[in-house]
């Protein structure tokens, strides 16, 4: 197994990286008087001029498309690894994809929806110092099954409801495995000898109150949460020719409370509302990297507002079809104190993305 050093930004010791991801920082206060700080200085170098020397292994880490991108000089390692845990969280939150009020009272749909997920550019998949790119835009997409129901009316005006999403723990195939007949990876074996799969486990709900105030004017509050569980080689090897696929385990989960206004209207016996909605949204993520039986912390969980723009059908009494604008355009919390937080908004995560529902109405 290889493993990446460099000086801490603190110059106080050496943060060591595996193939796949940064293990615990290695401080020099730690070991004792036996290490000084100038042999783990020394160490550092030699360690960083081994991998300079070794340079297909390296290279082999990072995507052809972002071979030879200038290392910003704002980049931050810490601020790199949050932005990316924080990114898949934001990818799999429940937003409305509804209006206000979702369905006539007593009635309510099943159907799938889809929460596109944006690629990643380059310069937000390079990690460990520069040195490696992670894959992570294996899927355009999370798509889920979906119900919700809307109950008796209250008053006549005011409308509860609740929804439920799921998407199933069912063994995807990773698009990049090598074509051909191979056995399954198992923890010992290169990625180009094996076939690499992945689960996916995405369940979230929401319960809300919509009210009719006025013929075309709804409004309402809703509140959700998502949990999303990955298991799968996500943070994969620096060399896959030479180095074993080893699971590693992503867990996310959100929830939010928000408002929305709607305004419905038939038009030609089509029922459309255009909605907007507001709220707050919190995110917590942990990241277990397997080969090296380190878990990766998440010092800046998103934490800020959600925005969604869109508009909500039912066409022919029976299809339910909506569309959406959602973003998440930034900020973070510091459950720890002791850790510092860069300026610029949307630094720790941030997402711009679409989503769509299709249902049977019942």
């Not at 909506?322 to 300026?343: N, Q, V």
Request: aromatic share 10%.
């Amino acid at each position: 197994m290889r493993y990446q050093a460099a000086l801490r930004p603190d110059g106080r010791g050496i943060n060591v990286a595996g193939p796949r991801g940064p293990s615990q920082g290695l401080r020099v206060d730690d070991v004792g008087d036996t290490v000084s700080s100038v042999e783990a200085t020394m160490r550092a170098w030699v360690t960083v001029g081994l991998l300079g020397f070794v340079g297909s292994s390296a290279f082999a880490g990072i995507d052809p498309a972002c071979v030879g991108l200038a290392q910003p000089s704002d980049y931050d390692e810490q601020a790199q690894a949050d932005f990316q845990a924080n990114y898949f969280a934001l990818a799999s939150s429940f937003s409305a994809l509804h209006a206000p009020i979702p369905h006539e009272p007593g009635h309510g749909a099943i159907g799938v929806d889809a929460r596109i997920m944006p690629p990643l550019s380059c310069e937000r998949r390079y990690v460990l110092n520069w040195t490696k790119t992670e894959q992570t835009n294996k899927s355009p997409l999370i798509p889920t099954i979906r119900a919700s129901f809307a109950f008796p009316a209250i008053a006549k005006i005011v409308v509860p409801y609740a929804g439920v999403g799921i998407l199933p723990p069912v063994p995807l195939p990773d698009p990049e495995n090598p074509k051909g007949d191979l056995p399954a990876c198992d923890g010992k074996t290169p990625l180009t000898q094996c076939k690499r799969s992945s689960r996916n486990l995405v369940l979230g709900g929401e319960v809300g109150v919509g009210v009719h105030a006025h013929e075309h004017f709804d409004v309402g509050v809703r509140a959700h949460a998502t949990t999303m569980r990955t298991y799968g080689d996500i943070a994969t090897a620096f060399d896959e020719a030479a180095e074993p696929s080893i699971e590693d385990i992503y867990n996310a989960s959100t929830w939010g409370i928000g408002a929305q206004i709607g305004s419905p209207w038939e038009i030609a016996g089509q029922k459309l509302t255009p909605y907007v909605g507001v709220g707050y949204l919190d995110a917590s993520t942990f990241f277990f990297i397997g080969d090296d039986n380190y878990p990766a912390i998440n010092l800046h969980p998103y934490a800020g507002p959600e925005v969604s723009v869109g508009l909500d059908g039912l066409f022919v009494n029976h299809l339910r079809l909506a569309g959406e604008f959602y973003a998440a355009p930034g900020g973070s919390s510091l459950p720890d104190a002791s850790a510092t937080k860069l300026e610029g908004y949307g630094r720790y995560g941030q997402i711009y993305t679409a989503r769509a529902r299709i249902a049977y109405e019942f």
